[in-house]
């Protein structure tokens, strides 16, 4: 059973930093790509960012280019969202995502999310 | 970017009915859309890929439609569980964006 688990969120002032992570069983996890969407409060759902199986090609939304950075270890199974001089905007529950498809170094194929966990909040707020 | 336009913002039916959700894209996707069902506090969950096939698990009252820029998402009998909101999402090119969403609620 594929599971994937959030965690990291919290209430952090505008300019700060935090960093999610997010579990991930019951796959092979080197074999997908993964993704960050978040919603915020009362919101739609806005995709962030994707990260391919082997961690090679990434892709941001151009709200948080150079702002957030993805990366995942296989060793640990563990997808991660580091993100860096946070806004009032930014405030959302963030939802890791299992791609069915996969990514190449110029795009994503059958990137739709069959899997999600069940969020993390976070508020940016001084 | 392409943008994904879902119509109507709200929806108000009764059980038993038959329901319409429409989705616009900004240019062709082919029939590169998935939709979603999300109820509050949870997760959004796959209905729908490839613009009309059926995720495994997901009652047969649920069907899609549609290629190129215009999609539906139809539930044919609507039921108490269903009272939710719906989200299309396309995933012909980066990046990937959603709907606004669909919410259905109890007439």
């Known amino acids: 059973e594929v599971q994937l688990l959030e965690s990291g969120g919290g209430l952090v002032q505008p300019g700060g930093s935090l960093r999610l992570s997010c579990a991930a069983s019951?796959?092979?996890?080197?074999?997908?790509?993964m993704s960050w969407v978040r919603q915020a409060p009362g919101k739609g759902l806005e995709w962030v960012s994707t990260?391919?199986?082997?961690?090679?090609?990434?892709y941001y939304a151009d709200s948080v280019k150079g702002r957030f950075t993805i990366s995942r270890d296989s060793s640990k199974n563990t997808l991660y969202l580091q993100m860096n001089s946070l806004r009032a905007e930014d405030t959302a529950v963030y939802y890791c995502?299992?791609?069915?498809?996969?990514?190449?170094?110029?795009?994503?194929?059958?990137?739709?999310?069959?899997?999600w966990g069940q969020g993390t909040l976070v508020t940016v707020s001084s | 970017d392409i943008q994904m336009t879902q119509s109507p913002s709200t929806l108000s039916a009764s059980v038993g009915d038959r329901v319409t959700i429409t989705c616009r894209a900004s240019?062709?996707?082919?029939?590169?859309l998935a939709w979603y069902q999300q109820k509050p506090g949870k997760a959004p969950n796959l209905l729908i890929y490839?613009?009309?096939s059926l995720e495994s698990g997901v009652p047969s009252r649920f069907s899609g439609s549609g290629s190129g820029t215009d999609f539906t998402l139809t539930i044919s009998s609507l039921q108490p569980d269903d009272f939710a909101t719906y989200y299309c999402?396309?995933?012909?090119?980066?990046?990937?964006?959603f709907g606004q969403g669909t919410k259905v609620e109890i007439k």
């Open positions: 999402q396309q995933y012909n090119s980066y990046s990937w964006t």
């Open positions: 995502a299992k791609s069915t498809g996969y990514c190449s170094s110029t795009s994503c194929y059958e990137h739709y999310f069959a899997y």
């Open positions: 990260i391919s199986g082997s961690g090679g090609s990434t």
């Open positions: 240019q062709s996707i082919s029939t590169w």
């Open positions: 019951g796959f092979t996890f080197s074999s997908y790509a």
């Open positions: 490839k613009a009309s």
